[in-house]
């Protein structure tokens, strides 16, 4: 008999219940007892989501961050939050956000824990806080009272916790120790609360693993043989579990640690299952995560049978089922949508029909096919029916594909000479000024693209609603006395969504949130089909706004591989060969805009670091592609069309080289708050083409000062000849006041100015 499990069920709700009582409780409208009798009434829910398995996850709930909730169980709390008023939870949201509901902006906030990616996924954990005196105390309280909880539906409980050594490695040193050094402390703490999980009658603990499945340095393998052979004297039974990749050269080592299971990513990794069915010791179970928990599409049960089959006439009792990792990454339920095209729904499965499909796949191997026949003949319709799908598959994009060539991708001339006619033409001054693209969205702005899509206000009234921002965005510009204007995107709900709906290829989900953060959620768009652009998006706009101003305006285009990245991707082909589709998309959207007059265009890839592969090993494949997308967007321009690209992030010293070769004219990046920091790369590679490193830093309400401006550009100048340097802030601003943005941007031309009279003086 195979049996089933999950890794972890979405917290969120169902309609981001968690969410929007976390909120409440922040703002004060909810007690604290409150949110945790919702957060109770969420967890039955999930577990009644769950019923079908026979074993359920119990601790996979959070209310911000699973890795935060380790660091709490373990003791492991920074110092600067110890004697703050209040009870745990008020120090638990004040490392996952610097404040508790109690704390007043001025008095009590401190610091809050980093804050970063979980793997290669778009979910972002707080980073622990090491230190040498870093002691662990166990408090495994809520943990025991979820199982306590749990225990109440099931009988058969699984808990989750996040293995020893993942969570060494996740963590940050803070003075510089060697993390590894408090491994003996942190397995004692870890073996401590296997012995009460005993007490408490369980008999099997999900104990994640993930780095198994990275490039590991030895005394990493080392790290992990030791945990394991240490935890081995607990009566508990342990599943191992890795997910998000292969194991390749961990494989043995994953196979020979001494625990009852393991669970392996048989998406991902699928190529290495019949080596580690090899090697796996024959006491041991192996559970196989079959449905894949990274995307949002109907597994083909029967063709996963054929593959399980064998497999499970081998193993036996042995085999486990599951989804490949934790189910946080996909929606809650499709049953929730109600205006999905019914073809395309016919198509999905999140994450309540991803559990069914582990059902469907464990009665069919336990019982045979014909005890589950009408499912999977329901499965292959909607299998087939994608497949083959007229929708999915336009012959004329794919032609298009074909016929890409070198010359697509490259300039008619090298930098060096676009230069000099873009000089010419533009006759901008030293350290031009310009921003990112958006202008703050107002209350009005969002209210009106909120009626116009609920059919309050005609088509008309709406573009007249927008061209009134727009004409006050640019009057705004040009009395503050910026080089480059933008239109400042005020018909733009979100940078990929806005052009995914103009896209054919695309669909769009209402409930398909994922949990990015504590209490923000993401809804990405589903890329189901070939893609393609039936007509110009953005020229009408950019248009309407160059023709209120002599200066150049800058046409803003989201880029391909970001468009890629922050989508559910189709899994019938590759991710390079969808991006190449996105690319031709938008190229064209280029090539429209150069044509409609616009002499600048920025294709914003925000997202590109993000698609760096967990292996460094696979870092060029992606690069490449990635950055082959980029140049068959954007450089089929005249020389003297300038092309600008923007990137959220300033660490980009180890892509340095493939960011040059994207050959955009001007890159805009965000340095400020690591003060220019990301510079230091200069040193060993000289970036070819200009740049404008940002001195404002958008995430806060700060106002940067002129001389706090100049000193940033002054470093910068350093490394970066000046003629070659931009002056802008560091990422788009919608998401600040008019009130903010005009002392910062007044402040930036200022330093701007300064900067140039100096360098005329300099060179007089
Ligand atoms: N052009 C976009 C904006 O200004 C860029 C956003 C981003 O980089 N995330 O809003
Ligand atoms: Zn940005």
Redesign the pocket.
């Given at each position: 008999m195979v049996t089933t499990h999950s890794l972890g069920f979405p917290r969120i709700g169902r309609k981001r219940e968690l969410k929007f009582a976390l909120e409440k409780y922040w703002k004060g409208e909810i007690s604290e007892q409150a949110l945790l009798e919702i957060a109770i009434e969420l967890r039955a829910q999930h577990w009644q989501d769950q019923a079908g398995l026979d074993w359920i996850p119990a601790g996979d709930f959070s209310l911000y961050d699973h890795v935060l909730d380790t660091s709490f169980m373990l003791g492991n709390i920074p110092a600067r939050v110890s004697g703050l008023p209040g009870s745990a939870i008020d120090n638990y949201f004040r490392v996952a956000r610097g404040r508790s509901v109690n704390d007043d902006s001025a008095s009590s906030c401190v610091n809050a824990g980093e804050m970063t990616k979980w793997f290669d996924t778009n979910y972002h954990y707080i980073v622990p806080e090491f230190e040498k005196n870093t002691c662990f105390s166990l408090n495994s309280s809520h943990l025991l009272e979820q199982i306590q909880q749990a225990r109440e539906t099931r009988h058969q409980v699984k808990p989750v916790i996040l293995g020893p050594v993942t969570y060494l490695w996740l963590g940050k040193s803070k003075d510089g120790t060697d993390k590894l050094d408090l491994l003996d402390d942190l397995l004692n703490t870890y073996a401590q609360l296997l012995h009460e999980l005993e007490n408490s009658g369980i008999e099997w603990v999900q104990i994640d693993e993930p780095i198994l499945v990275m490039e590991l340095a030895a005394e990493w393998k080392h790290a992990l043989r030791k945990a394991y052979y240490q935890l081995q004297a607990t009566p508990i039974k342990l599943l191992l579990t890795t997910y998000f990749g292969q194991l390749q050269d961990n494989l043995q080592l994953a196979c020979e640690l001494p625990v009852d299971g393991l669970h392996l990513d048989a998406i991902t990794a699928k190529d290495e299952i019949a080596k580690v069915i090899d090697w796996l010791p024959t006491h041991k179970t192996l559970s196989l995560g079959v449905i894949n928990g990274r995307n949002i599409w109907k597994t083909d049960l029967s063709a996963t049978l054929d593959w399980l089959e064998p497999i499970a006439a081998r193993l036996q009792e042995r085999l486990w089922l599951a989804p490949s990792c934790s189910l946080l990454h996909v929606p809650v339920d499709l049953d929730n949508e109600q205006r999905l095209d019914t073809d395309i729904q016919s198509w999905l499965a999140f994450a309540v029909q991803k559990l069914n499909e582990v059902e469907v796949l464990a009665k069919a191997l336990n019982h045979g096919r014909e005890s589950v026949a009408e499912i999977l003949q329901e499965n292959y319709v909607a299998i087939t029916s994608r497949k083959q799908s007229k929708r999915a598959h336009q012959a004329a994009v794919k032609a298009r594909v074909l016929e890409i060539n070198e010359a697509m991708g490259t300039r008619q001339s090298p930098y060096h000479q676009r230069t000099v006619v873009q000089r010419k033409k533009f006759q901008l001054p030293l350290f031009p000024t310009t921003?990112?693209?958006?202008f703050p969205q107002t209350q009005e702005i969002r209210q009106t693209r909120h009626d116009y899509r609920e059919g309050k206000l005609t088509e008309s009234e709406y573009r007249q609603a927008m061209q009134n921002e727009i004409k006050r965005c640019v009057q705004e510009q040009e009395a503050l006395g910026l080089d480059v204007l933008v239109h400042g995107?005020p018909e733009r709900n979100d940078?990929v969504e806005y052009f995914g709906e103009q896209l054919s290829g695309y669909a769009f989900t209402q409930f398909g949130w994922v949990q990015s953060y504590g209490s923000r959620c993401v809804k990405p768009p589903i890329i189901f089909g070939d893609i393609s652009q039936s007509q110009a998006i953005t020229t009408e706009w950019i248009q309407y706004a160059q023709s209120l101003t002599e200066k150049p305006m800058k046409g803003?285009l989201t880029g391909p591989v970001t468009m890629l990245n922050w989508s559910f991707v189709r899994d019938d082909q590759s991710r390079a060969d969808t991006c190449v589709q996105l690319a031709l998309a938008i190229r064209d959207e280029v090539i429209a805009l150069e044509k409609a007059g616009i002499r600048i265009i920025?294709i914003?890839e925000?997202a590109l670091r993000e698609g760096l592969p967990l292996r460094k090993s696979q870092w060029n494949t992606y690069l490449d592609w990635a950055i082959r997308a980029f140049r068959i967007t954007a450089n089929g321009v005249k020389d003297e069309t300038q092309i600008h690209t923007?990137?959220?992030y300033s660490e980009f010293n180890d892509i340095m080289e493939a960011i040059a070769q994207m050959d955009a004219d001007v890159i805009t990046i965000e340095t400020s708050r690591s003060d220019m920091e990301l510079l230091d790369a200069f040193d060993q590679f000289q970036y070819p083409n200009e740049i404008g490193p940002g001195v404002y830093d958008i995430h806060s309400p700060n106002i940067p000062s002129v001389e706090s401006i100049i000193h940033l550009m002054e470093k910068a100048a350093q490394r970066i000849p000046a003629e070659r340097l931009w002056v802008n802030p560091d990422?788009?601003?919608?998401t600040r006041n008019w009130e903010e943005v005009k002392p910062a941007l007044r402040n930036m031309i200022a330093a701007s100015r300064y900067l140039s009279s100096q360098a005329a003086r300099n060179a007089g």
């Open positions: 921003t990112i693209g958006s995107e940078m803003m920025q914003d925000a923007h990137m959220c990422c788009g601003l919608k």
